[in-house]
C-alpha cells in the first residue's frame, strides 16, 4: 500500500573509509579466561586463523564478516584439527559475551541507542537524549505537488527532497557522522535514504523521521475526489505501523481533510499514540507556503507527546480531529474549531492542554474498524425546500441523514408535508441527525420546533460538525449486528469527544479557583492571577497523582481527578505517568484503574521508558501480562534491545530474561555482531539461560556475524554438556517439523 523511498544500501560516504569489524578487532588470544565447567582444557588456536576471514558477500558490491565455521565441516578433519583451525578462540567468544555489562534489572545504556528510546549521550551534541519516531504518511495534497510552467503536478520525491534541505528538519552533521562511522558489516545501523533526522529539540529529544508515500494508484492528488474506500487504505496502513512508531503524521490535502480526519477517530478504536493531520494551502515548493511551519509544529508534537486521539494541526493550533472544520479557502488559519478549544498550541514552545484530552477506555488492543457504510447523506434545511425533494432524498438505500437545520436545530415545524416524510423515513429505520448550520454553539431540543423533531423521530446531534456526523453516521451504520435503536443510542454517546453532553451542564465542574488545596497553595505564595493557580495545579497534582498511583489509592487518585487531575499528566521532572509508578510499584488494581480511564500505556518519560519498561524492571510478570492485555507493547526489537538481552544471558539472569519475553521481545534478534542471547549464555555456560531460552522456542540455527551457530560455539569450547543440550534440541526442533 506504499512505496518507500529506497536506494542502493550499499552506497558509502567517500569522504572517509568506512570501518568494518575485521579493521576494529584487535583481541588477544590468551586471555586468561577459565574454561567453562566440562570443557577441555586446550587452548591452542592457529594465530593466524584467529581473525576472520573477509570473502565476498552475497550482496554485490559488499563484504561480510565469515568465518570457516559457516562452510561445511567434516569429522575427517579430527578432533585435534578441529581444535587448531577453529576460526575464533573460545578468549574470543568471552570477550564479545562481555563487552556490555548490565546494571540493576538488565537496565544499561552502551554506547550507542540510535533507535531505541533509552536516553543516551548524542555524539553530536553530547547531551543525554532520547530519540523518537514518527512515521510521516502522505497520501496526497498541496505539499506534494510542484509547480513548473506547465502548472500544478504531484511529484513522489519532491516532499523528502524539499524536507531535506531544511536545517530544523534534517540535521545533516548528524548523519554524515553515522553514515561516517557505522560498519560495513552492520548496515542497517545506518540512516535510510527515506529517513528525516531533527536536531535535538529544547525538550531532549531526537526525532527520526520515516516517509512513506502511499502507492501511486492510491495517492489522491485532490483530496476533493477522495471517497470513503480511501478512509480505509490510510486506515490500514496506519494498523500495519502501529508498534513501530511513537507517533504518525499524515499529510492529506486540506479540502477533505476534516472528513478524513473525522473518520479516522471512529475508525481507531482503543488509539493509543499520536496520530495528527496536517497539510497546506499552497506547494512546499513555494516561497510563501505554509507547509513548513505545519509540517514541523505536526512532528514536534507526534514525536514530543501522546496525544491519543486522531488529530489536526494547522496555522500554530493542534485542534481534535473530529471537532475542526475548514473554514478558510485562502489564508494560512485555514481551519478551526469553533465548540472545543485547542488541544495543543505551537509558538515559542508546545503547550498541551491536558485537561482538554479525550481518554478512550484502552482495556483492549488497538485495532481498525474498516466496515464503513457509504448509504449515508447531508440534507441541509432552506426556506421552501419540496416535501418531493425531501422524499427523494431520504428513499432506500439511504440508511443515514445529517438534517441541517437552523440556528439550535430549529425545522419548519408548520410544515407537516416535510414532517411526515421525515416520519415514514424514521419508521424505516432511516437514522437521522439534527445538526446545527452555525458554526458555533449546538442544537436545543427545548425549543418548540426541536421538539416537533424529536417526536418525529429526529436525534440531536448536540454540537458534532457535520464531518463529524457523517462520518459517525457511516462508523455505526457498519455495525450490522446493531438494532436501529443501538444505532440510534450509539449516535447519541460521546465516542471520540466529538460532542460535548450539554444535558450535564448542571454537574459542578472544577475551577482552578474552587479547590481547597490549590487555594491554600495559592494563599500562601500569595499568587492572585488565574494564570499563576494554573500554573500550580499542572506542577502539582501529577505529582499527587503518582503518590497515589504509587501507594494504590484508587480514591484519592478519583478525588484528585474530579478537582482537575490529569491520568496521562507526566510530572515535569523525569516525564513519569501515575501508570509508570503504578507498573514499578506492582499495583495491579491501579493499572487496572488507569488503563480503564483511558491512561496511555505509550507514554515514554524522560529517561525513555514506557510504563511496560517499568513492568520489566519490577520483573512483575502479572502486570506486563495485563498492560499487554491492554495493548502495551515494545516496538520492533532492535539492535540495542538484543544487546540487553545478550548482557542478560551473560548474567544468567533467567527472571528479568523472562520479563522481557513476556513483553514481547524477539530474542532471536542478534547485537551488533548478530549474536542472540543464545550464543552469549552458551559461551558463558549457563546452563539454566540455555534451558529458558530453548523453551521459549528461540531459533538454534541463528548464525552470528562469524557465521557461528549456538551449537557451533559449544563445540569450539568443547563443552560437551552444552552440545548435547543444543544438539537434543535440535533433534526435537527437527522431529516436530517433520510431523
Known amino acids: 500500500m506504499y512505496h518507500k523511498f529506497m536506494s542502493d544500501s550499499g552506497k558509502k560516504t567517500p569522504s572517509s573509509p568506512r570501518k568494518n569489524l575485521g579493521t576494529v578487532l584487535e583481541r588477544s588470544e590468551n586471555d586468561d579466561i577459565p574454561n567453562p565447567t566440562g570443557a577441555i582444557d586446550n587452548r591452542s588456536v592457529d594465530s593466524e586463523s584467529a581473525s576472520p576471514k573477509r570473502v565476498p558477500g552475497d550482496n554485490p558490491g559488499r563484504e561480510t564478516m565469515q568465518s570457516s565455521a559457516s562452510l561445511d565441516y567434516s569429522e575427517k578433519d579430527g578432533t585435534t584439527k578441529r581444535k587448531l583451525h577453529a576460526q575464533l578462540s573460545r578468549s574470543f567468544f568471552q570477550s564479545r559475551s562481555s563487552s556490555f555489562s548490565s546494571s540493576v534489572d538488565g537496565c544499561f545504556s552502551p554506547s550507542r541507542h540510535r533507535l531505541g528510546t533509552v536516553a543516551v549521550e548524542d555524539p553530536i551534541t553530547h547531551e543525554k537524549v532520547v530519540n523518537s519516531k514518527v512515521l510521516l504518511l502522505y497520501t496526497g495534497g498541496a505539499l506534494g505537488w510542484k509547480v513548473d510552467p506547465q502548472g500544478f503536478h504531484l511529484d513522489k520525491n519532491n516532499i523528502l527532497r524539499e524536507l531535506k534541505k531544511l536545517p530544523m528538519m534534517h540535521d545533516i552533521k548528524y548523519v554524515d557522522y553515522i553514515e561516517e562511522n557505522v560498519l560495513d558489516d552492520i548496515p542497517e545501523e545506518g540512516i535510510g535514504s527515506d529517513t528525516l533526522v531533527m536536531p535535538v529539540s529544547k525538550y531532549g529529544k531526537r526525532i527520526f523521521v520515516d516517509v512513506l508515500e502511499m502507492e501511486e494508484s492510491d495517492v489522491v492528488v485532490h483530496s476533493k475526489d477522495q471517497d470513503i474506500?480511501?478512509?480505509?487504505?490510510?486506515?490500514?496502513?496506519?494498523?500495519?505501523?502501529?508498534?513501530?512508531?511513537?507517533?504518525?503524521?499524515?499529510?492529506?490535502?486540506?479540502?477533505t481533510m476534516a472528513y478524513l480526519?473525522?473518520?479516522?477517530?471512529f475508525m481507531f478504536e482503543s488509539l493509543g499514540k499520536s496520530v495528527i493531520f496536517t497539510g497546506s494551502q499552497y506547494a512546499l515548493s513555494d516561497h510563501l507556503n505554509d507547509g513548513r511551519q505545519n509540517l514541523l509544529g505536526a512532528i514536534m508534537i507526534a514525536g514530543h507527546y501522546v496525544i491519543p486521539e486522531v488529530t489536526l494541526f494547522f496555522h500554530g493550533k493542534l485542534y481534535r480531529g473530529n471537532r475542526a472544520l475548514k473554514v478558510d479557502a485562502r489564508r494560512f488559519g485555514a481551519f478551526d474549531s469553533p465548540n472545543?478549544?485547542?488541544?495543543?498550541?505551537?509558538?515559542?514552545?508546545?503547550?498541551?492542554?491536558?485537561?482538554?484530552?479525550?481518554?478512550?477506555?484502552?482495556?483492549?488492543?488497538?485495532?481498525?474498524?474498516?466496515?464503513?457504510?457509504?448509504?449515508?447523506?447531508?440534507?441541509?434545511?432552506?426556506?421552501?425546500?419540496?416535501?418531493?425533494?425531501?422524499?427523494?432524498?431520504?428513499?432506500?438505500?439511504?440508511?443515514?441523514?445529517?438534517?441541517?437545520?437552523?440556528?439550535a436545530g430549529n425545522g419548519p415545524d408548520s410544515r407537516e408535508d416535510l414532517l411526515q416524510e421525515i416520519r415514514a423515513a424514521s419508521k424505516r429505520g432511516v437514522v437521522i441527525v439534527n445538526c446545527t448550520q452555525c458554526l458555533y454553539g449546538h442544537v436545543v431540543d427545548d425549543y418548540a420546533t426541536g421538539r416537533v423533531l424529536v417526536e418525529a423521530g429526529v436525534i440531536s446531534g448536540n454540537d458534532m460538525t457535520v464531518e463529524a456526523a457523517l462520518t459517525k453516521l457511516s462508523y455505526v451504520l457498519g455495525h450490522d449486528e446493531l438494532t436501529v435503536e443501538e444505532r440510534k443510542k450509539m449516535m447519541k454517546t460521546n465516542l471520540?469527544?466529538?460532542?460535548?453532553?450539554?444535558?450535564?451542564?448542571?454537574?459542578?465542574?472544577?475551577?482552578?479557583?474552587?479547590?481547597?488545596?490549590?487555594?491554600?497553595?495559592?494563599?500562601?505564595?500569595?499568587?492572585?492571577?488565574?494564570?499563576?493557580?494554573?500554573?500550580?495545579?499542572?506542577?502539582?497534582?501529577?505529582?499527587?497523582?503518582?503518590?497515589?498511583?504509587?501507594?494504590?489509592?484508587?480514591?484519592?487518585m478519583e478525588e484528585l481527578c474530579r478537582q482537575g487531575g490529569v491520568l496521562n499528566a507526566a510530572t515535569s521532572h523525569d516525564g513519569r505517568t501515575?501508570?509508570?509508578?503504578?507498573?514499578?510499584?506492582?499495583?495491579?488494581?491501579?493499572?487496572?484503574?488507569?488503563?480503564?480511564?483511558?491512561?496511555?500505556?505509550?507514554?515514554?518519560?524522560?529517561?525513555?521508558?514506557?510504563?511496560?519498561h517499568d513492568a520489566i524492571r519490577s520483573a512483575n510478570e502479572e502486570a506486563i501480562l495485563l498492560?499487554?492485555?491492554?495493548?502495551?507493547?515494545?516496538?520492533?526489537?532492535?539492535?540495542?534491545t538484543a544487546l540487553v538481552m545478550c548482557s542478560l544471558a551473560a548474567d544468567d539472569k533467567v527472571d528479568v530474561l523472562r520479563a522481557w519475553h513476556l513483553a514481547g521481545v524477539d530474542l532471536n534478534v542478534g547485537d551488533y555482531d548478530r549474536r542472540t542471547a543464545l550464543h552469549v549464555a552458551v559461551c558463558r555456560n549457563n546452563v539454566n539461560t540455555v534451558k529458558f531460552l530453548l523453551d521459549c522456542g528461540v531459533d538454534l540455527n541463528v548464525r552470528d556475524l562469524y557465521g557461528f551457530t549456538p551449537l557451533r560455539n559449544a563445540e569450539v569450547f568443547e563443552n560437551r554438556e552444552m552440545v548435547e543440550i543444543l544438539e537434543i534440541a535440535l533433534e526435537k526442533k527437527n522431529e516436530a517439523t517433520v510431523k
Open 340 to 407: 472545543c478549544p485547542p488541544l495543543a498550541t505551537v509558538e515559542a514552545g508546545i503547550e498541551v492542554e491536558w485537561e482538554e484530552l479525550f481518554l478512550e477506555n484502552q482495556a483492549t488492543k488497538f485495532r481498525v474498524h474498516t466496515k464503513m457504510s457509504s448509504r449515508i447523506g447531508v440534507l441541509r434545511i432552506f426556506p421552501g425546500i419540496t416535501a418531493e425533494a425531501v422524499r427523494a432524498f431520504l428513499e432506500p438505500p439511504i440508511e443515514g441523514v445529517v438534517l441541517e437545520t437552523y440556528g
Open 627 to 640: 498492560l499487554r492485555e491492554f495493548g502495551a507493547h515494545l516496538g520492533p526489537t532492535t539492535t540495542d
Open 578 to 612: 501515575p501508570l509508570h509508578v503504578a507498573c514499578l510499584e506492582g499495583q495491579l488494581r491501579v493499572i487496572r484503574h488507569l488503563l480503564a480511564k483511558g491512561a496511555s500505556p505509550h507514554v515514554i518519560d524522560n529517561h525513555g521508558q514506557t510504563p511496560l
Open 261 to 265: 480526519a473525522s473518520a479516522l477517530s
Open 496 to 556: 471520540r469527544g466529538e460532542l460535548t453532553l450539554y444535558k450535564d451542564e448542571e454537574m459542578h465542574q472544577f475551577s482552578v479557583r474552587d479547590n481547597e488545596l490549590i487555594d491554600a497553595v495559592a494563599s500562601h505564595f500569595k499568587v492572585g492571577s488565574t494564570e499563576e493557580v494554573r500554573f500550580i495545579k499542572q506542577a502539582l497534582f501529577p505529582v499527587l497523582m503518582c503518590h497515589a498511583a504509587g501507594r494504590g489509592d484508587i480514591d484519592a
Open 229 to 255: 474506500q480511501d478512509w480505509s487504505k490510510v486506515a490500514l496502513q496506519i494498523k500495519e505501523h502501529y508498534e513501530k512508531y511513537h507517533g504518525f503524521v499524515i499529510l492529506h490535502g486540506t479540502d
